[in-house]
């Protein structure tokens, strides 16, 4: 069995118009399983807090970092308000991970199917690939969140 090993990760809260760092979020321990899952989402709820990440990188001494800057829906142009509208809509917990499956129907996200994280390649997987195929339909995933708060990656996905 191969050890996990931890790394630091920090959140650092961006400012654009200054071109530096604002402030920490959060620092704590991640495996570098969940910090290659981290750096692939588009943005971040932490506290109850939505983060879009701008960028992330990892120093020389090994400590790695994500910068954010305040989620909006002006984030995300086309479906930014409908994102806001699934981000918020539900407040369930999940103890060991899951997935969170949101198709674009009319002006609107709906949750469709929840399945747990698995194996953090699978998850990786699913967050490189630009299209994905669910209950035999073909999606393009158009972004995604992790919540932490929730222990939930959401998918916010249109039929391709």
């Given at each position: 069995m191969t050890e996990m090993k931890e790394t630091s990760l920090t959140y650092c809260e961006w400012d654009e118009a200054l071109s530096r760092v604002a402030?920490?979020?959060?620092?704590l321990p991640v495996t570098r399983e969940q910090l290659c899952i981290r750096k692939l989402v588009n943005a971040t709820v932490l506290r109850n807090k939505a983060g879009e990440h701008t960028s992330h990188e990892t120093d020389g001494a090994g400590e790695s970092m994500i910068y954010v800057k305040p989620w909006t829906p002006a984030s995300l142009p086309v479906y930014g308000e409908a994102v806001r509208e699934a981000l918020y809509e539900y407040s369930d917990i999940a103890e060991y991970g899951e997935v969170e499956y949101y198709r674009y129907r009319?002006?609107?996200?709906?949750?469709?199917?929840?399945?747990g994280m698995g194996e953090p390649y699978e998850t990786v997987t699913i967050l490189v690939d630009h299209y994905r195929n669910v209950q035999q339909t073909d999606y393009e995933i158009v972004y995604t969140i992790l919540?932490?708060?929730r222990n939930k990656l959401l998918l916010f996905m249109t039929e391709a």
């Open positions: 402030g920490i979020w959060l620092k009319g002006e609107r996200f709906e949750r469709f199917l929840q399945q919540d932490t708060d």
